[in-house]
């Protein structure tokens, strides 16, 4: 027996098949901030040490901490606008009239991505307290860790949209 029309039976499918360009998107634009608190995190360190060889005591220093924050906020709030137009694919019209909300739903995101970006640095400083590891090497491993942390609570915390299958 067919299913009759309007009987949900698209929606069904569309829930037995992930979302990949969601994720696919996600990644992209968080591509970008990543690349954007990289190069922020680069002008940091070169500043400050004057090479990117950073010494491992420096993982206990709250300079390589406050460097990390600045960089993370610029690059997340650069994230945040392009998952809103790309990603979520937030209209136009809605994000123009509602300041509010866009508001509300970058500061969300901000504390989204907090949680990864905590991952992301524990892991970057041990690695340089253990390993010595540059700092800006050490993000692009924390990174590829925190991703999927940061993916799933961004889709559905800030965006209301099921990390797999889409808007809910």
């Given amino acids: 027996m067919s299913p009759e029309p309007g009987s949900g039976r698209k929606e069904n499918e569309l829930r037995e098949k992930p979302n990949f360009p969601v994720v696919g998107k996600f990644a992209m634009v968080s591509g970008i901030g990543f690349l954007v608190s990289e190069a922020i ?7 400050y040490y004057h090479t990117t060889k950073v010494p491992s005591v420096a993982s ?6 406050g460097m990390d924050v600045v960089a993370f906020v610029v690059g997340v709030t650069v994230a945040f606008f392009l998952n809103e137009r790309f990603t979520a694919a937030v209209p ?3 994000r123009a009239r509602d300041w509010k909300s866009v508001l509300f739903r970058w500061a969300k ?7 990864g970006n905590a991952i992301l640095i524990g892991v970057q400083l041990a690695l340089l307290g253990e390993f010595s590891v540059s700092p800006l090497a050490g993000t692009i491993i ?21 990390p797999l299958w889409g808007r809910l």
């Fill in 41 to 47: 995190l680069a002008v940091e360190v070169l500043a």
């Fill in 60 to 65: 206990a220093s709250v300079t390589i901490l």
């Fill in 92 to 94: 136009r019209e809605q």
């Fill in 109 to 115: 995101y901000q504390l989204a991505a907090l949680l």
């Fill in 142 to 162: 924390g990174a590829a860790i925190s991703f999927p942390v940061s993916y799933i609570v961004s889709m559905r915390f800030v965006w209301g949209i099921h």
